[in-house]
């Protein structure tokens, strides 16, 4: 673990939670520093001038694996630090209030917390190791040959196994743009919602569904339907086969199901958790 890993492994959960709450009573601003990336042959010579090479890492692939079949892949990446201070700014880990936005060419985008960055080893991929191409068979979204490039965030989850129950959730590929913002907990806990109630859950929704679909204009743009109004359509047995089984809902859809690394009733939880908060959460005029 690095220096700068130490000395911010303070933010768990906890204070993440602490820090979005204090922001939402302040009504912090979305500002943001948002940069595009340079191409990966561009990047490659900046951080080449800088004395850093890639690095061979080995993950298990999320995309591949399964809950009893973990599938490894050697990747060609850049420590996610460096990257970041080279777009960024050496300041980037110094806000640990703030968020990561990865922004995909196909309109996914992926919010974590710096905090998060600062626990886990995470690597900006450029290529597959073995010079195959830079592909990937998501399973989980019934897609094959997807394009990775320009870049895949990827997690050294091998030395860290509890990010294997994960699956894909925080993996962006086509990665095109980082953004680093400020948390906007007023899109998630308006006014008038009890956020001591439903942090846990907003939490989780930005997590599972926000990469993807959107809550009153908030939320990624591959496909952008409105989840504070459609949940409230939706009933609690046909939503639980939405996240658990989209498959049985409706054949061949890319959506994908909650990971299948949780346990069942976990699962099974989290897609009642999610539903009543939907169902809860204002519809903005």
Known sequence: MSTLARQHSRFQSSAARALWLAAAALS???????EALPTPAVLQAQLAAQGLKLQTITVVEPHLSRKDHAVQRRYQAF?????????????????????????????F?????VSRFLKYRAFLALSLADGRAFTVDNLAQNEKNVALGPYYLIWDNLAAPS?????????PYQVAEISLRAVKPEALLPA????????????????YCLSCHQINGFGG??????????????????????LLQPQSVKPGTAMPALPDG????????????????LKALPVAP
């Open 28 to 34: 912090i601003p979305a500002a943001a520093q948002a």
């Open 79 to 107: 420590p996610i630090e460096e990257v970041l201070v080279r777009v960024l700014g050496p300041d980037w880990s110094a806000q640990a209030d703030r968020e990561l936005e990865f922004k995909a060419l196909d309109g």
């Open 109 to 113: 985008i992926a919010r974590m917390p």
């Open 163 to 171: 990010l294997q129950v994960e699956g894909g959730t925080h993996w």
């Open 192 to 207: 008038g919602m009890d956020s001591s109630r439903w942090v846990e859950q907003a939490a989780l929704v930005q997590k």
């Open 221 to 242: 743009a591959k496909m952008p339907l409105n989840l504070a109004v459609r949940a409230k359509l939706i009933d609690s047995r046909t939503w639980q086969s939405w």
């Open 262 to 277: 949780l346990s069942l009733a976990e699962r099974q939880r989290i897609a009642g958790e999610l539903h009543d908060y």
